[in-house]
């Protein structure tokens, strides 16, 4: 019984067709000649299977285009007898395996568009491929194109396009259609860009450490838009058909790369003084820089307002931002006569507002102060020691001792003259005060008390 159940299922299975797989094929590829095509064109789609096969092949395309199979040669593998194009899809009739089919695609389109080629062997889902089809694949309408004095860096760029989608060839060959985006350039090289006609595409370097400036893409060019920093807004409507725009991005490394800004509402506001302290009535420069969020100037027509808390004036009184690239304005203040003290200084722009601190101060002459009237003096004479010490009473004393010392010897003499001539005794001098003697006694007693009196009053 073993034996006739094993040779049914060897029968089953060498059978033609027998088997749960042995009639199934499956596709291995699908492979475009070209990946990209202007509108009218053909591309030949390769289609690879590895499995032998008994039944219908189908390819489909999607959008306008189409396809045809009559670039059957693999009359071993497809019965090329089952033409049925140009369809969209076409079919072949696989008659054994492994198979080669080519299948013709035929561009239609009015906007750049990816065209998706599928195949499908016994409805099995198979590998697709993707075909891009644009009006005119030699005229791009923009081009960015990088200069740069260092052969091995690669820049990164961003782009962005809006109401529409942009096709983007890259240097590597590859495609992206999309409204937004990445691609990286390095010397030499460029990435073309086909875009729907009602397309504003924006183009940005995002590596600008050493970017200098954007070339051949002056303001005024036809559809350039705008030129700000390392960006670049076209309009692709206002470029003409056939027409193409060149941007070259050139990058030194020796360039100090200074990043763009943009204007908007005032979100931050400072406050710069010429001078921090200036006297009553005095008066000193106020700036004030009013910036948007992205750091740069604050929108034309911001109102700048400045208050003292002191008081005082400003000049002008008020002011109004003018377009960009001016971001600051001037004010003089002139503080108070007769305020002193510290004031804050309120700058106000748009929404938000800013303060800072000067100094007033009020100058105020000195006090004199009246010495008291010193007593006339005639001087010293020299009679003041070093110490300021009187000598006056000194000699005052030495002057009495000395004229009493003179008068009594003159006495004398005078004395000692007359009793010579009369030949009498000189007498006691101390015997009378009326006698000459007796009187110089007296006298320098006097001129004594002189000196005493003398030495008190000084």
């Known amino acids: 019984m073993a034996v006739v159940v094993i040779a049914i299922f060897a029968a089953f299975a060498a059978w033609p067709g027998g088997g749960p797989h042995s009639a199934e ?7 475009p000649a070209a990946m990209i095509g202007s509108d009218g064109s053909t591309i030949n789609i390769s ?43 076409v079919t072949w009739a696989v008659v054994n395996g492994p198979f080669t089919a ?21 409805g099995d889902s198979t590998p697709v491929a993707v075909v891009y089809c644009v009006l005119d694949v030699d005229e791009p309408q923009f081009v960015a194109e990088k200069d740069s004095d260092d052969d091995d860096e690669v820049y990164d760029f961003s782009w962005d396009a809006s109401s529409g989608d942009c096709l983007i060839w890259r240097a590597d060959d ?9 691609f990286e350039l390095s010397d030499d090289d460029q990435a073309g860009f086909f875009c729907e006609d009602s397309v504003r595409l924006t183009v940005t370097e995002d590596d600008d450490g050493d970017f200098v400036s954007i070339e051949d893409c002056d303001e005024g060019d036809e559809g350039v838009d705008d030129i700000s920093g390392a960006s670049v807004e076209i309009d692709i409507s206002d470029i003409d058909s056939g027409d193409t725009v060149f941007c070259v991005w050139v990058n030194d490394e020796d360039f100090n790369f200074v990043p763009t800004v943009t204007t908007g ?53 008020s002011s109004l931002t003018s377009s960009f690239p001016v971001s600051l304005a001037n004010f003089l203040y002139t503080a108070p006569e ?88 000189l007498p006691n001098p101390v015997a009378s005060s009326r006698q000459p003697g007796g009187f110089a006694l007296l006298a320098s007693f006097v001129m004594l008390g002189v000196a005493l009196l003398a030495r008190r009053w000084h």
Not at 174 to 180: E, G, R, S, V
């Open 174 to 182: 590859t495609f992206d259609l999309d409204d937004d985006g990445s």
């Open 338 to 425: 007769n305020a002193s003290g510290t004031t804050t200084i309120t700058a106000r722009a748009g929404n938000v507002q800013a303060a800072t601190a000067i100094q007033i101060v009020c100058e105020v002459a000195p006090a004199t102060t009246v010495a008291p009237l010193a007593p006339p003096s005639a001087g010293d004479g020299g009679l003041l020691n070093s110490s300021n010490a009187g000598y006056l009473p000194a000699a005052l004393a030495i002057a009495a001792a000395a004229a009493v010392l003179g008068l009594t010897a003159a006495t004398r003499r005078f004395a000692a003259a007359t009793a010579d001539v009369a030949g009498v005794t």
């Open 102 to 122: 080519t299948a013709i695609l035929t561009l239609d389109c009015t906007e750049p568009e990816a065209i998706t080629v599928t195949a499908t062997h016994n």
């Open 47 to 89: 289609i690879v299977g590895d499995e032998d096969a008994t039944d219908v092949l189908s390819v489909a395309a999607t959008g306008s285009s189409t396809l045809d199979n009559g670039a059957c040669t693999d009359e071993d593998a497809v019965d090329c007898g089952a033409e049925s194009g140009p369809a969209n899809p």
């Open 265 to 317: 509402q005032a979100t931050s506001v400072t406050i710069v003084l010429a001078s921090g302290q200036i006297s009553c009535g005095g008066s000193t420069l106020v700036q004030v820089i009013p910036r948007s969020s992205s750091g740069g100037p604050a929108a034309a027509g911001t109102t700048i307002l400045l208050t003292s808390s002191l008081g005082g004036s400003f000049q002008p009184a």
């Open 25 to 31: 094929a499956d596709v291995d590829s699908v492979t």
